[in-house]
Structure formats: C-alpha cells, structure tokens
C-alpha cells in the first residue's frame, strides 16, 4: 500500500493519501472555531468507457481493502500532534 503525506496541506489539498490498488482513503483536516479534526472519504476509483470515476460503493472483496485503509488512515490521525492553543 502506498502512502502519501502532505504537513500544512492547503485548505484544497488532503492532508493525507492512502492506497491500495483502486481503493483509495484520503485525509481531510479541517478547522473551525470550535476546533480542528479530520474526515475522510474512501472511494474505489473505475473505469467507465474512456472516463476514470470514483464510487462509494464496494464489492464484496473490497471489503478487507477499505477496513485496512480506514485502520491506517485512524493510525494517522491519531499519531498527529494535538494543536496548541
């Protein structure tokens, strides 16, 4: 599995990219005035014709992937250093 991080991501760009095969989970930070705290997104990405789209939606066999990937992607939030206030 391949991963990719980004510190201080812009606001437009994930903070982290985890990915296996057409299974990807990325790492949103996001901050408010109440706080900060990560989202993210899992999609398995397709080929439909000549376009690439991405989907939420698995089979069956992507099941284990997408459990590994959010397991990961749960590791690295918790390893980021809380903010000081």
């Known amino acids: 599995m ?3 991080t980004a510190s201080k991501a812009p606001a437009n760009k994930p903070a982290h990219e985890i990915r296996s095969g057409a299974i990807r ?3 949103w930070h996001n901050s408010s005035d109440k706080g900060d705290w990560y989202s993210v997104n ?3 990405s397709y080929k439909s014709g ?3 789209k ?3 939606q698995f ?3 992507d099941l284990l992937v ?3 990937l959010a397991d990961l992607a749960f590791a690295w939030i918790q390893a980021q250093p809380a903010k000081a206030e």
Do not use: F, G, H, L
Request: hydrophobic share 40%; no cysteine; glycine share 0%.
């Open 2 to 4: 391949a991963t990719k």
């Open 50 to 52: 000549e376009a690439w």
């Open 25 to 27: 989970a990325v790492v």
């Open 54 to 56: 991405e989907t939420t």
């Open 59 to 61: 089979n069956r066999d």
């Open 42 to 44: 899992i999609t398995r």
């Open 66 to 68: 997408v459990s590994k």
